[in-house]
């Protein structure tokens, strides 16, 4: 069973960067599709971006494209997600999941305990 740690939440300004790294157990790392998930106080959990098993294919939710990046190093059993531009509104619990597939993730999927992302105007 993948295991999954996230790191690299904080308080940030508006317009500043973050970076998101989620560190697996497993060495089946490169076997799993990796995602990003946010969930706000009072809203449900929500899909952020995606990567698959080689790192070469990304998705992304519209609020987030052109601003995040995912990205994997198989090699360190790591997935990062890079947030430039921050909003008031990326302020949320940001979930790290492994799955067969995105279409699995939330049914499925192995799930990091969250870190925080808060983000001042």
């Known amino acids: 069973q993948e295991q999954l740690v996230e790191s690299g939440g904080g308080l940030v300004q508006a317009g500043h960067s973050l970076r998101l790294s989620c560190a697996a157990s497993?060495?089946?790392?490169?076997?799993?599709?990796m995602g990003w998930f946010r969930q706000a106080p009072g809203k449900e959990r929500e899909f952020v971006a995606a990567?698959?098993?080689?790192?070469?294919?990304?998705n992304y939710a519209d609020p987030v494209r052109g601003r995040f990046t995912i990205s994997r190093d198989n090699a360190k059993n790591t997935v990062y997600l890079e947030m430039n531009s921050l909003k008031p509104e990326d302020t949320a619990v940001y979930f790290c999941?492994?799955?067969?597939?995105?279409?699995?993730?939330?049914?499925?999927?192995?799930w990091g305990q969250g870190t925080q992302v808060t983000v001042s105007s």
């Open positions: 497993e060495r089946t790392f490169s076997s799993y599709v």
């Open positions: 999941v492994a799955a067969s597939s995105i279409a699995t993730m939330t049914s499925r999927g192995y």
């Open positions: 990567i698959n098993r080689g790192g070469g294919v990304t």
